[in-house]
């Protein structure tokens, strides 16, 4: 397996700012994406990293370091509805690049 | 905005019996997915298809399992004989040739899947 390893549950105030992180398996990997899913929806995409570094969308950054295996998900500014589940998604393989989901870290919003 | 599109939303049927489920990807898009989301657990990765034909499959993808792409929209995920343990919610994805660095896969809504 991937063994993909992120935190099964965080708690955050509204206005606040968390990060969550996502350790993977290095061997084939090509990229990072993370996905947000509610409760009962599909996941919709937030973000990919293929190089090393931060790259910033709006209140969404995501930072990937290739060598460590390692990737966060920061976001700031918390609002109510960020209450959802983050999926770390590490890439493999050449050409059809399936994602391998971790089990995903739940974010509570709380006011 | 284009979108993934997946038909029923939730199927019923009793166990041994054959479902499709049925999905139009995005139309310009060329690699499809079918994931599969066990109630409370992370979402799987069944089968990648692209160019008319298999790319990638999970070890759950086993010979109860069939993709087809019938027509120029459509894009198919067949169970020959339900198991209790199919009882999932199933969701296509799709994905555009790649751009720079864009390799995002687009979900559709999903269909739950209750085998009885």
């Known amino acids: 397996g991937q063994n993909i390893d992120q935190p099964t549950e965080m708690t955050a105030t509204e206005g606040a700012i968390v990060q969550i992180n996502c350790t993977y398996q290095?061997?084939?990997?090509?990229?990072l994406f993370w996905y947000q899913q509610h409760a009962g929806e599909a996941p919709t995409f937030l973000s990919y990293?293929?190089?090393?570094g931060l790259e910033e969308k709006g209140r969404f950054s995501s930072f990937l370091s290739r060598s460590k295996g390692y990737s966060y998900l920061l976001l700031k500014e918390l609002q109510m509805k960020d209450s959802a589940s983050y999926l770390c998604a590490p890439g493999y393989g050449a050409g059809s690049y399936q994602l391998t989901f971790g089990k995903g870290t739940k974010l509570s919003v709380i006011p | 905005e284009p979108e993934v599109t997946q038909t029923p939303s939730h199927q019923v049927t009793q166990m041994g019996q054959e479902v499709i489920l049925r999905c139009v990807p995005i139309?310009?898009?060329?690699?499809f997915y079918w994931y599969r989301q066990i109630l409370g657990q992370k979402v799987e990765f069944l089968v990648s298809f692209y160019n008319n034909e298999i790319s990638e499959k999970s070890e759950i993808f086993d010979d109860q399992f069939s993709v087809e792409r019938p027509d120029g929209s459509n894009f198919t995920l067949k169970i020959r004989s339900t198991k209790l343990e199919d009882s999932a919610m199933y969701f296509c994805?799709?994905?555009?040739?790649?751009?720079?660095?864009?390799?995002?896969?687009?979900f559709g809504p999903g269909t739950r899947l209750t085998v009885t």
């Open positions: 290095t061997s084939g990997f090509n990229g």
């Open positions: 994805a799709s994905r555009a040739p790649p751009s720079g660095a864009s390799y995002e896969q687009y």
């Open positions: 990293n293929v190089l090393d």
């Open positions: 139309s310009n898009h060329l690699y």
